[in-house]
């Protein structure tokens, strides 16, 4: 079957730095997308990776690694408005997204 | 502005009240896909849309129809609504010509069957 990890919940403080971590195991790979989801709101496109590497913007990074079926998001110099729900979806061998179930990330001050 | 918009955003029903919500993009998109997001389930797929008159089952179909008669719109109907389909329904668009875009998500609505 198909699979993506993440962990449930992850708690940081402003400022700091924090990585949220995917695994997967797909039918094929076509590509990793990061989203973030605020609570009650829509999800909006952070990211694509599909070649091994960091993809940087701005706060915000992106690694792959295919051999691994690895994935982290990088999030830097946390802002309050980071606490959101991070998403990672997997592109299959069938051109279909399939999600994980998503990462809490809280930030205190 | 480019979106997707979906109505209604709140709907409290009963059990078998056929319904039926609204998808609709502006963006000419040819890929429309419904999704339900329920707590610790993440995004599940209910049906997608490739271009007009092609829809496919996605993970989830049981309970559920669409249509695509037009390009910009993607309904999601309900014949006979059940309490185990209350959750928050997303639906999303994206351009064919590059799968790897992003998909746009309408601002979801949330259901509730009693």
């Known amino acids: 079957g198909q699979n993506i990890d993440q962990p449930t919940e992850m708690t940081a403080t402003e400022g700091a730095i924090v990585q949220i971590n995917c695994t997967y195991q797909?039918?094929?790979?076509?590509?990793l997308f990061w989203y973030q989801q605020h609570a009650g709101e829509a999800p909006t496109f952070l990211s694509y990776?599909?070649l091994d590497g960091l993809e940087e913007k701005g706060r915000f990074s992106s690694f792959l690694s295919r051999s691994k079926g690895y994935s982290y998001l990088l999030l830097k110099e946390l802002q309050m408005k980071d606490s959101a729900s991070y998403l990672c979806?997997?592109?299959?061998?069938?051109?279909?997204?399939?999600w994980g179930a998503g990462t809490k990330l809280i930030i205190k001050p | 502005e480019a979106q997707v918009t979906q109505n209604p955003r709140y709907l409290i029903t009963v059990t078998g009240k056929k319904l039926t919500v609204t998808c609709s993009q502006n963006m000419n998109h040819e890929y429309m896909s419904w999704y339900r997001q329920d707590p610790g389930l993440g995004l599940r797929q209910i049906y997608y849309s490739m271009n007009v008159e092609v829809t496919d089952k996605g993970d989830v179909p049981e309970g559920y129809k669409v249509s695509r008669k037009e390009k910009r719109n993607f309904p999601l109907i309900l014949e006979s609504p059940s309490p185990n389909q209350t959750s928050l329904y997303f639906c999303?668009?994206?351009?064919?010509?590059?799968?790897?875009?992003?998909?746009?998500f309408g601002p979801g609505t949330r259901l509730t069957v009693l």
């Open positions: 990776n599909v």
């Open positions: 797909t039918s094929g790979f076509n590509g």
């Open positions: 999303a668009s994206s351009s064919t010509g590059d799968l790897y875009n992003e998909q746009f």
């Open positions: 979806a997997v592109l299959d061998s069938n051109y279909q997204l399939i």
